[in-house]
């Protein structure tokens, strides 16, 4: 895109015309450039004529930079948050939204607690299963999923907790949470708690979206026989529900949270299944189009259209037929396939992933994080891997919109990037469009499969983030920029409202250790030396290069 196109789209893109609500603005996962009118040809050109390198990949135990760019925690697991909380285990995605639009060194974070290692967080060893597990153990992992809100402030350079901040809270597994529905859910109108929460999103009006993804994992899932007789799957790893038994069909649904107050509510309009991310777009008329994703084998991606302004119930949900480009209804109403199995639209939602098959939606490999690009209105989508299908080093997926409407029922797609030693990246999960809309991404190959002799990732070594530039002679490269400590996966980049600072989580550190008193990583390197997850801020030159910053005022 030239200057001239490039600017009329930051007038735009200030106007809210091309990515919606002005506050989106700055605002990490649907990034727009801010810097607007001021962005003058030689920051433009300083951008297109740098020359970045790639760190090499790495299997040292840290978080490893690029030149140019610094990092300093914020939170890490077990910090005290206030007089009662304190910070969830293995954080991943994360989103900032300034309290006063003018001060964007001041405002609310949220960060999603995905799942916990009970190694180090209940005690219970999972690799021993004649251990026996108490309820106390189970309290303890309930406490450490979920999200945390805390009010986060820069000082002097640095992103500091202010503690006991009347903001600061945690919702947990144990916290209740409303239906956004007319109907109950397996005879409730609310469930209780939230876990396996991956990715997420914002709303236009400036909350919090966060995504149920492996829920099966803590309660199990109702599975149904082909005869439509149902019976309980008991859940691989946590087994709550041998002391809990809460409902899996409670589980597995878009989360929306209002920073002020902590109130939560779970989205049962936009469908039920292993939600990595929820990306939103506003639309004209203020009606909502919402893209989701089921990170699974062979799963499917949505997107839920409303009918009504700013609601996220009232619409229809629509998975994708990739062979044929079209979005297809997932209305039991209209659909007689659907009426066939289902007995109403309530269970058609609950049920998403079988009622998807039944319609013929395109199987896809894992699609996780989605993305608009701010520039042409492209959505992303990383395809993480799919093994069983021998697909090992996934790819991104451009989707383009018919007519660039993103109601549209049709679309065409085609592969942006794909994963392997070509590229230099394996297994993408996470994206971020930059203020000057270069790519991030970050890969998340599994803690077990990484760095092994005998398997396909071992040259990418650690998990690490990339950066694709988007102009100059570097133009479309992937070019590595941080490497994880051992075992972690690099989650949650969001970058601040002025683009000064790269919001990161660090995930399962030391996820492989199989002794905790000899763990796989000390990261970060406290005292009592066991690995922790934890929030970092990335700032430096490198960043606010890439974000056109650079001899700004
Ligand atoms: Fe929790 Fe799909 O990553
Ligand atoms: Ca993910
Ligand atoms: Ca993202
Ligand atoms: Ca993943």
């Known amino acids: 895109m030239d200057r001239r196109k490039f600017i009329s789209f930051l007038g735009k893109a200030s106007a809210g015309a091309l990515i919606t609500p002005p506050f989106l603005i700055g605002c990490g996962s649907t990034t727009t450039p801010i810097a607007g009118e001021n962005v003058s040809n030689s920051q433009l050109n300083r951008l297109k004529n740098l020359k970045l390198e790639s760190i090499p990949a790495s299997k040292v135990d840290d978080l490893i930079l690029t030149n140019g760019m610094n990092y300093h925690t914020i939170i890490k697991w077990g910090d005290a948050i206030n007089d009662k909380d304190t910070f969830g285990y293995n954080n991943d995605f994360t989103c900032f939204i300034p309290l006063d639009k003018t001060n964007p060194k001041d405002g609310l974070l949220w960060v999603n607690h995905e799942y916990v290692n009970p190694l180090y967080v209940s005690g219970y060893n999972y690799r021993n299963p004649n251990t026996l597990r108490t309820k106390e153990q189970i309290d303890k992992e309930m406490y450490n999923v979920g999200g945390s809100i805390i009010r986060i402030k820069e000082v002097n350079g640095k992103w500091e907790m202010v503690f006991n901040d009347p903001y600061n809270r945690r919702i947990t597994a144990k916290t209740p949470i409303v239906f956004n529905w007319d109907y109950p859910i397996c005879g409730k109108d609310s469930a209780i708690g939230t876990l396996a929460n991956c990715s997420g999103g914002i709303t236009p009006w400036n909350t919090f979206l966060s995504c149920e993804e492996n829920y099966d994992d803590f309660y199990g899932e109702t599975v149904y026989t082909e005869n439509n007789k149902s019976y309980h799957k008991k859940s691989k790893y946590y087994q709550w529900e041998d002391f809990y038994q809460y409902p899996p069909e409670h589980y597995g649904w878009v989360v929306e949270i209002n920073p002020k107050d902590g109130t939560a509510q779970k989205h049962i309009a936009l469908g039920r299944f292993a939600h990595e991310c929820c990306t939103l777009y506003e639309l004209d008329d203020k ?12 799963e499917h991606l949505y997107k839920f259209v409303s009918s009504k302004p700013s609601s996220l119930k009232e619409g229809t949900l629509y998975v994708a037929d990739m062979v044929n480009g079209k979005w297809l209804p997932l209305d039991w109403q209209k659909q007689p396939l659907l009426k066939k199995r289902f007995k109403d639209q309530t269970e058609v939602l609950i049920r998403a ?22 520039i042409s209105g492209n959505v992303f989508v990383t395809f993480t891997n799919n093994k069983p299908k021998n697909d090992y080093h996934g790819s991104i997926v451009k989707i383009q919109e018919d007519n660039n409407e993103f109601d549209s029922l049709s679309f065409t797609y085609s592969t942006y990037k794909a994963g392997g030693e070509k590229n230099g990246f394996s297994c993408p999960d996470n994206l971020s469009f930059d203020l000057a809309g270069n790519l991030w991404i970050t890969s998340d190959m599994s803690g077990s499969s990484m760095n092994k002799d005998d398997k396909p990732y071992k040259n990418f070594k650690n998990n690490s983030l990339f950066v694709v530039p988007r102009y100059g002679s570097q133009e ?46 000390k990261w970060p390197f406290d005292e009592d030396t066991i690995p922790k997850p934890a929030v970092v801020a990335i700032t430096g030159d490198f960043i606010e290069k890439m974000n056109m910053l650079d001899k700004i005022v």
Not at 353 to 374: C, F, M, W, Y
Not at 476 to 504: H, M, Q, Y
Not at 506 to 514: A, K
């Open 353 to 374: 992933r079988e009622a998807s098959k039944v319609l013929g939606a395109t199987q896809l490999n894992r699609p996780e994080d989605i993305e608009i690009d701010p």
């Open 476 to 521: 479309g490269k992937v070019i590595r920029v941080a490497s994880a400590p051992r075992d972690a996966e690099l989650t949650g980049p969001w970058f601040s409202p002025n683009g000064k600072t790269l919001f990161l989580s660090v995930q399962h550190p030391g996820e492989q250790t199989e002794d905790k008193d000899n763990p796989t990583s």
């Open 287 to 298: 009606r909502i189009v919402a893209y989701t994703g089921d990170d699974a084998n062979d």
